[in-house]
């Protein structure tokens, strides 16, 4: 295979053609084709772990000029505001961490002994993780950036950007990497009659077909492979994820540093987030069209901010994923594979974790990669979406029944695996073993940390489980515990009410 020809010029289509580039040499054509009529998505978008593992591991990129370039800022993780009972003094986080490998408070038979003991007595683990003080305090980018590259791996980072300027600017990194570009509207994707495979791409008002080997669609909502051309089977998951709608906008910063999370902010009909970059704040409101009209929706933001706003047009979408993503010559990634809502951007990290394993793939069949691989390799990305959507599915398994849309939240129907998971807490605390079942060999972009946050924050994991998790820990590590919940308790003294 001689030319590679990604078709979209977003985030998901520069990254797909980094890798390509990455993957092969000189002798292989890597061209990124873009729309001159439809642009790439840009709302104001986060990153998890893997975003920066990525862009400066992976891909070689270097951070200041990405930073000075696009504008992105430091992010350590979620916060959630209103989720239970919709007041805005009812907070939880999510904040980056993983699980305690080392030291006196490492996993013991899955159980976090630090973690249990926090939860044991009603206190938030966020408060036991290292970047809650610099959230707090509204730290500098400067400040945060030199606590982590100091704190030893304790303070783990992704980073708030704008996808419109990431994709920009990764098109002229792109180019110097020998990544070739091609400007127009793709019209008809070429197939060979036998075996479905594409081997041009048509462009409205021109000539010739651009030839193809492998294609990557990576055209967004448009998804012209996989939906339009083959008309693949796809995996809906509007049943328990309801959200459909998007109002973005944008704000000035209301804090005199970037925030240091991206805010989620419960309202009536589904949340708001809310994204710093360096100049403004990317704002938008996600929420379900059965409960909400847009002027319902803009009036309620409105409302809810205390002034006008200048919506940008409201973006539309159902949530889930094409199940066989890799099919013949043709690899979807990004939105043009599927989407369940922003709620801890996934979707990026989704589509990173899947080039990782394209990547590796590749380079271990030596390019000659047969059916069978290529199935288990649309199997263990299922796998990732099912944990997207049953992470998603623990967010909104809230207390509050305030508005129809969250007593019809409480009323959906749930993923058994979700539920069996649910079950198992009510006795004890999420295990790193818990999330065999989403990783199979693939990438898991939550760990245990992550669930156990969310689910004390919601409720869904109680203190009386993690009472369950003391009784099982040999009285030694108790101990240890004990004086690590004290240190804990006097650390955060004018917080602890959180
Ligand atoms: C409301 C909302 C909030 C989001 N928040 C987050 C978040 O916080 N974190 C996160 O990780 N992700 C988030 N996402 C998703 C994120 O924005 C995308 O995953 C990411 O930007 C990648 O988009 P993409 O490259 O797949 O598609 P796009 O950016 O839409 O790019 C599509 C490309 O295809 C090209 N194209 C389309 N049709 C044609 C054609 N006929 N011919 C030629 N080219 C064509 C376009 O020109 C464009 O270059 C959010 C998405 C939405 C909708």
Redesign the pocket.
Known sequence: MKNFVV????????FAAFELRRLFGAGVSVTV???P????????????LNFPAALVGRYGIDLDAFLEGTGAVFKLGFEYIGWNNGRDDDVFYHLFHSLPTEGDGRVIDGIAPYWSMLAAHGIGIHHAIYSLPFVLANASQREVRSACEASGGLMPWSLHFD??R??AWLKLAGMARQIETHV????ELVRDAESGHVHGLR?EGEERTMPCDFLID?????R?ALQKAMGMQFRSFTDCMILDR?I?FYIPHPRANPHLV?SALAMNAGWM?Q?PVRERVGC?Y?YSSAHLSEDEALAEIETRLGHEIEPMPT?R?HAGHFPEVWVGNVMA????SG?I??LE?????Q?LGQLVMFGETVAQSQGVVPQSTISTFNHRNLLDWDGIRDFLCLHYDVRRRDTPFWRDVASRPLPTSYTDLKAAWQLRTPRPVDFNAYRAGHVLHFDATSWFSVGQGVGVVPQAAAQADLGMLPREVVRFAEAFLDSVRIRNAATMHM
Do not use: D, Q
């Open positions: 078709l979209g010029g977003g985030t998901a289509g520069w084709v873009e729309s009529r439809v642009g790439a998505i840009g709302v104001g978008e986060g990153g998890i996808a419109h990431v994709s127009g509207n793709v019209v462009f990576a055209s967004g909502f448009a012209i998007a973005p991206t987030w994204i938008g996600v973006l979408f990634v990004g939105l043009a989407f809502e922003p951007a996934t979707s990026i990290g589509m």
